[in-house]
């Protein structure tokens, strides 16, 4: 039984270590393929006034230009362009040029040669140097290629985006997958950006943000010196001049406010400050993965150790034997450390089985797909040694113990009471708890923090939205019949159409507003703008507090706004409704909308202004019925009826919303697997040190049993001492726990209390399980027989 737990222990351990080894190992791992890794830079920058700092990497498209021409030290600049402003980027329905019936895909983005010429992508057709040079060409994956083109070259071939053939794309180039472990992981067409542009003179325009710039250094370039320079040209050759050409009285100020500096792009995933990425990690992941790896491996080192000196009793007359008939202590240390090498190459063994058996599992909870690296050629020694300095470590303390055992002592049955080592052996308990108390403190608040935000009012009504996408292949008539069939069916209550949705991954426009009159005085307020339609607020629930909503029926607002609460505040507006605000477009604002919360709720709701236009990639739908799959058959048919060739896609909102958090959840469920996980392992120790102390105090309890305790009294006994460590435990982990969560929920804007009763649950518990543990050896000890434990004496 105690070899079982002893490599029991240790193999859960060891498993636990090795998936988030390779965890770590694949989230350092992003991004470092490209052949020049070590010399391309995002260009990125920070604007601060009033102490607050907002970063972003979204620059004007003359900047590349300008940069190439003016820093000798840039060997290659490449533009990025994924913003869904630009038709095709994003989402978009694709089909062969010879093929009717169209299929959804996600990964389209804009980009320049300079783009391949950096990142070097390995191809499987094609020449990388001038695939992306002409008009009207595209780069695919070799996935999409498989699944477009199987068995063929589609080199030449001609693909149709949202069934317009009057601008079809010619596949100049097919590359080999992006691997995972890229920031660029969900690109599979890459479309030129030779000849596009949003409007006439985009491509010269210094005042529209909308590319991500990407920058080869030469060899020998410093980073840091390269930012300053361009901190000092670009802003002031460029920028400032096209600002005071606009108006802009307060220019000077507004640039030395702001500076560029350089991401290395092998840090663009790990340290995501840009809030605009779409594909990130963090850091403190990884370094809470792997303090948590730690801990746990030094929990389960601490167990053998505990359970190596908890049996010492049935080693100590091998080792008075051994040493009277000659035997060196030197002898005796490497006997017990081989023993010790054995157990540890053993539960290797089988910590490398339980790894590979709930690696599916660990995917599931870290979004990853991790394979063992078997046919690695690192991967096997890595074990071995791994496995001897495991062993080494774990059973140098037990050899070292149980190699100094004097014989005449052990003879004479005058075994040490182990007096010595208890604080070493209580500090080792109450570090095993408090591990285990802040993980499970952790989780609880993790998991009310999710609840909380599940449930917290957002100020639009996301129940019962069916969201149908991939309406942009559609004609403005084709949607009007949509829309007008739509509201034929008994089920649903409303209809609206527009890109722009309160969850994450629809369509986003940033504009600078001004109150009229105010655009050469101030800088301006920051503003979302979004296009909608009359029905919008109708369909989410959104409520109008001063003024109107939109009329049908009202030609006028044409050039009406309706604006939030927090557009109001910020800009200062008294009595709103009737007037004019502008971006370099006059609108007046006929109404106020109560704020809702329509990015994630860590972050605060920012100034929005909404007004009538055509955006029509998404339809929403909302719906008064129990007959969910009724209704969804209806909706079908009326799609098909006006789209036979293209397969009806629809989501519900707040499946949409619950995605946004999906990381955090993710992250709990993990903090939940370590915690019982660690529990198990920490409950090992627990019952080793029961075992040990049971042992040592067995003529203290015969004597007890023979003045006349009761078993009651002598479990009680044995169990207060270990509760006491518990409770320090729980002093030690509550503060520690609480300044960790309390870190964490500054992600959020919004955010739950940590309230009293999570640490007395988590208190609880912690005493309730080592209780649990302890009752075992406590009754058994209790339970034994006086004469057994007295007779020596």
């Known amino acids: 039984?105690?070899?079982?737990?002893?490599?029991?222990?240790?193999?859960?351990?060891?498993?636990?270590?090795?998936?988030?080894?390779?965890?770590?190992?694949?989230?350092?791992?992003?991004?470092?393929?490209?052949?020049a890794a070590d010399r391309i830079y995002r260009i990125a920058f920070a604007y601060t006034d009033n102490g607050k700092t907002e970063k972003g990497v979204d620059v004007p498209a003359p900047l590349a230009a300008s940069m190439r021409k003016d820093f000798p030290e840039i060997e290659q600049v490449g533009r990025l362009m994924s913003n869904n402003l630009f038709p095709g980027a994003g989402s978009n329905e694709i089909s062969p040029w010879d093929k009717i019936e169209t299929t959804h895909e996600d990964g389209l983005t804009y980009a320049d040669q300079g783009m391949l010429d950096i990142l070097q992508f390995p191809m499987v057709y094609g020449d990388r140097s001038h695939m992306l040079t002409e008009p009207r060409t595209m780069v695919i994956s070799r996935r999409k290629a498989d699944k477009y083109f199987p068995n063929e070259n589609p080199i030449g071939k001609l693909m149709v985006l949202n069934e317009d053939k009057t601008k079809p794309y010619t596949i100049t180039g097919v590359m080999e997958n992006i691997p995972a472990n890229n920031h660029l992981q969900q690109?599979?067409?890459?479309?030129?950006?030779a000849g596009a542009e949003l409007w006439k003179g985009e491509q010269q325009d210094w005042g529209a943000n909308n590319y991500a710039d990407y920058i080869l250094v030469r060899s020998g370039t410093n980073a840091e010196q390269l930012s300053k320079k361009m901190n000092k040209d670009l802003l002031y050759n460029y920028y400032l001049p096209n600002m005071i050409r606009e108006g802009d009285k307060d220019a000077q100020k507004q640039i030395a406010k702001a500076k560029f500096y350089l991401q290395p792009v092998t840090d663009i995933y790990l340290t995501p400050d840009v809030e605009d990425d779409v594909a990130h990690g963090d850091m403190r992941f990884v370094w809470l993965f792997g303090a948590v790896a730690a801990f746990i491996l030094i929990i389960a080192c601490i167990n053998f150790i505990n359970l190596s000196t908890a049996?010492?009793?049935?080693?100590?007359?091998?080792?008075?034997?051994?040493k009277v008939i000659g035997s060196q202590r030197s002898s005796l240390i490497n006997q017990f450390l081989t023993e010790s090498l054995l157990f540890s190459f053993?539960?290797?063994?089988?910590?490398?089985f339980l790894a590979w058996a709930l690696m599916p599992y660990f995917n599931m909870l870290s979004a990853k797909h991790l394979a063992m690296p078997w046919l690695q050629w690192w991967f096997a020694p890595a074990m071995l040694v791994s496995a001897t300095i495991v062993g080494l470590a774990a059973g140098l303390y037990p050899s070292l113990y149980l190699s100094s055992f004097k014989p005449i002592q052990v003879l004479k049955g005058q075994l040490a009471k182990g007096s010595k080592g208890s604080v070493l052996r209580n500090s080792l308990v109450v570090f095993q708890f408090t591990t285990s108390i802040i993980l499970i403190i952790s989780t609880v608040v993790i998991y009310n923090q999710m609840h909380f935000v599940l449930n917290k009012k957002v100020g639009?009504?996301?129940?019962?939205?069916?969201?149908?996408?991939?309406?942009?292949?559609?004609t403005s008539e084709n949607v009007k019949t949509l829309k007008t069939s739509l509201l034929t069916l008994p089920q649903v209550q409303s209809v609206s159409v527009s890109d722009f949705l309160p969850i994450a991954g629809t369509k986003r426009n940033g504009n600078t507003f001004w109150r009229k009159g105010e655009e050469n005085t101030n800088q301006g307020t920051e503003t979302e703008r979004w296009e909608v339609d009359e029905d919008y607020f109708k369909t989410l629930g959104i409520k109008i507090v001063e003024g109107r909503d939109f009329s049908p029926l009202m030609k006028s607002d044409s050039n009406a706004v309706v604006v939030n609460q927090t557009l109001v505040k910020q800009m200062g507006i008294k009595n709103p409704v009737g007037k004019l605000i502008s971006n370099g477009y006059t609108y007046k604002i006929v109404g106020v909308a109560e704020d809702f919360n329509f990015e994630s709720l860590h972050q605060d709701i920012g100034a929005l202004v909404l007004h009538l236009g055509d955006s029509h990639s998404m339809v929403s739908v909302k719906l008064h019925t129990a007959d969910m799959a009724k209704t969804l058959a209806s909706v079908t048919t009326t799609w098909k009826k006006l789209s036979p060739a293209q397969p009806i896609r629809y989501a519900f909102l707040d499946?949409?919303?619950?995605?946004?958090?999906?990381?955090?959840?993710r992250m709990g469920r993990t903090f939940t697997s370590f915690a019982v996980l660690a529990i198990i392992i920490a409950c090992l120790g627990l019952f080793g040190l029961s075992a040990f102390m049971a042992e040592q105090r067995s003529k203290e309890i015969g004597i007890r049993k023979v003045l006349g305790a009761s078993v009651s009294s002598i479990t009680a006994l044995m169990s207060k001492d270990f509760v006491k460590l518990v409770v320090i435990a729980i002093v030690i982990a509550s503060p520690i726990a609480w300044w960790a969560m309390s870190k964490w929920l500054q992600d959020f804007a919004y955010r739950a209390p940590i309230e009293w009763w999570v640490f007395a649950l988590a208190g609880a518990a912690a005493i309730v399980i080592a209780l649990l543990t302890i009752s075992f050896q406590s009754i058994k000890a209790a339970l034994m027989n006086p004469v057994e434990a007295i007779k020596a004496e």
């Not at 222990?9 to 490209?34: N, P, R, V």
């Not at 049996?311 to 051994?322: T, W, Y």
């Open 655 to 665: 499946e949409r919303f619950a995605n946004m958090y999906a990381g955090v959840q």
């Open 1 to 35: 039984m105690y070899a079982a737990i002893k490599t029991g222990g240790f193999a859960l351990g060891i498993a636990a270590c090795l998936l988030i080894a390779l965890f770590i190992k694949e989230e350092l791992s992003y991004d470092t393929q490209y052949p």
């Open 187 to 193: 690109y599979d067409f890459l479309l030129t950006l």
């Open 311 to 322: 049996k010492s009793a049935n080693r100590a007359k091998e080792v008075g034997l051994r």
């Open 460 to 474: 639009f009504n996301k129940d019962q939205v069916l969201l149908l996408e991939g309406v942009n292949t559609f």
């Open 346 to 352: 053993l539960s290797f063994a089988i910590g490398i």
